[in-house]
């Protein structure tokens, strides 16, 4: 099971300021599933998957950039999910062809299990999916004093 499906997200290897590279993930070949965010106009249509494991309290800054080397996604969607892939805690999406778009989400604790990252690509009509989606994700872990 790879990234298109909630039960084969990507594991964020360090929550201490990963990055990825440009470009390194692609919507191309995905499909829908789970439910659209709350603010999202529409989906899912093509989304990936991505997980992380809270610590102690956590602040996240979860970040998706797009255009130019960064990647090609256009009109891009992003929810940061409990660990069931159902029960929303933020949700962001864009306001141009090539936004960038940010999730910050306070109060993640250790209790919630590890959180989910979903990404979804936003489909205009069929001539404005591209063959090559790629994106580039940043997901930055704040560990906050209690």
């Not at 039960?7 to 990963?18: K, L, M, Y």
């Not at 191309?28 to 709350?38: E, F, L, Q």
């Not at 690509?121 to 069929?126: R, V």
Request: glycine content about 8%.
């Amino acid at each position: 099971m790879d990234y298109d499906l909630r039960g084969g997200a990507v594991a964020i290897p360090s929550i201490n300021a990963w990055c990825s590279a440009d470009a390194a993930y692609t919507t191309v070949g995905a499909s829908a599933d789970k439910n659209k965010g709350t603010c999202w106009a529409n989906g899912p249509n093509y989304n990936r998957w991505f997980k992380f494991q809270a610590t102690s309290t956590t602040l996240a800054s979860i970040k998706l950039k797009t255009g130019g080397a960064e990647g090609t996604l256009q009109h891009p969607f992003m929810a940061l999910w409990e660990s069931d892939g159902i029960t929303q805690i933020a949700c962001a999406t864009y306001t141009s062809q090539y936004s960038d778009i940010d999730i910050v989400a306070e109060g993640l604790t250790v209790a919630a299990g590890i959180i989910s990252l979903l990404i979804i690509m936003l489909e205009q009509d069929t001539a404005a999916l591209l063959l090559y989606v790629l994106i580039r994700l940043l997901i930055t872990i704040l560990r906050m004093e209690q």
